[in-house]
């Protein structure tokens, strides 16, 4: 059996915030690759890797995927933290592509092959007003994507006020401009209620709010754009408000997406029991 060589960390993209980690065996041309992104923390993640994972898993047999992720996981004294998970869950990755390489298959035929005939994608759409955004829309609706999401400028767009519009104090900590609940939750309905006029409702719109609001204002703007049937609406609230959730669920019907922040099993099990 294939045993592992090395475990070398590639980072790319232009300021290197993306980490992908190659397993190689000691079999001519058998590696595998996954991905340990942290944008934030991405020489972080390649210390723990490097000095960390490989030392102890270099000699290992590559087809023991358990086994590692079992014994790596537990031998921490404090566990589940991002940085280890995402060090951990690249490695995994990259064995379970060893895995599928050596059986001659793709991953997805490994584990038990296909369950649906396509996985439906979705663009993202922006503008700087809602003229440009219609226009950007539309334009995604004839390349052919069934889903779009939609945002006024970049994330949190719509709730960014100037310091005098923010009524902020004298010598303010933060220049430039404040983000304002109130401004955020007028502007996104309204938003909406301009691509409904525009484009009907045969679109699937989606949103992300990336957590920009208090919790109590994620629950108001779920219910404000429940006549809109949004797709979903991503990232309402924090990893650490989720118990916010089932409140919004209990008050309106516009879907919730969330999960793309979660680093351990412990965060999202109380969204699904």
């Known amino acids: 059996m294939a045993k592992i ?9 232009a300021r290197g915030y993306w980490v992908i980690v190659k397993v190689v065996t000691d079999q001519p041309g058998l590696w595998g690759i996954g991905s340990a992104n942290d944008v934030h923390h991405a ?7 490097e000095e960390v994972l490989a030392p102890r898993l270099i000699g290992r047999d590559a ?22 998970n995402t060090a951990l869950a690249a490695v995994d990755v990259a064995l379970w ?5 050596e059986a001659g298959l793709p991953l997805y035929q490994v584990l038990g092959g296909p369950c649906r005939a396509a996985v439906p994608c979705y663009a993202h759409a922006s503008g700087g007003d809602l003229e440009a ?10 390349e052919g994507y069934p889903v779009i999401r939609c945002q006024i400028g970049g994330y949190g767009g719509g709730g960014f006020l ?12 933060g220049t430039g401009q404040f983000f304002d609940d109130e401004a955020y939750l007028e502007a996104i309905p309204k938003m909406f209620e301009h691509l409904r006029k525009e484009l009907g409702f045969a679109p699937k719109l989606t949103h992300d709010v ?9 629950v108001t703007l779920s219910k404000l754009l429940e006549p809109y049937r949004l797709f ?11 118990e916010w959730y089932r409140l919004i669920r209990e008050q309106c019907t516009t879907p919730q997406a969330m999960g793309e922040l979660f680093v351990n099993p412990h965060e999202y099990v109380p969204l699904i029991t």
């Open 210 to 218: 990336h957590e920009h609001l208090r919790p109590q204002s994620a």
């Open 133 to 142: 955004l219609t226009e950007d829309v539309q334009r995604y609706m004839e």
């Open 162 to 173: 100037d310091a005098s519009a923010a009524r902020a104090p004298e010598n303010p900590w």
């Open 232 to 242: 979903f609406l991503e990232d309402a609230l924090p990893p650490e408000q989720v």
């Open 43 to 49: 020489a972080t993640v390649t210390t723990a890797i």
């Open 5 to 13: 060589r090395e475990i070398r960390c590639i980072r790319t993209r």
């Open 97 to 101: 592509d060893i895995k599928g390489k």
């Open 63 to 84: 087809s023991h995927i358990e086994d590692i992720w079992q014994s790596t996981y537990t031998s921490a004294y404090w566990r589940n933290g991002p940085i280890l």
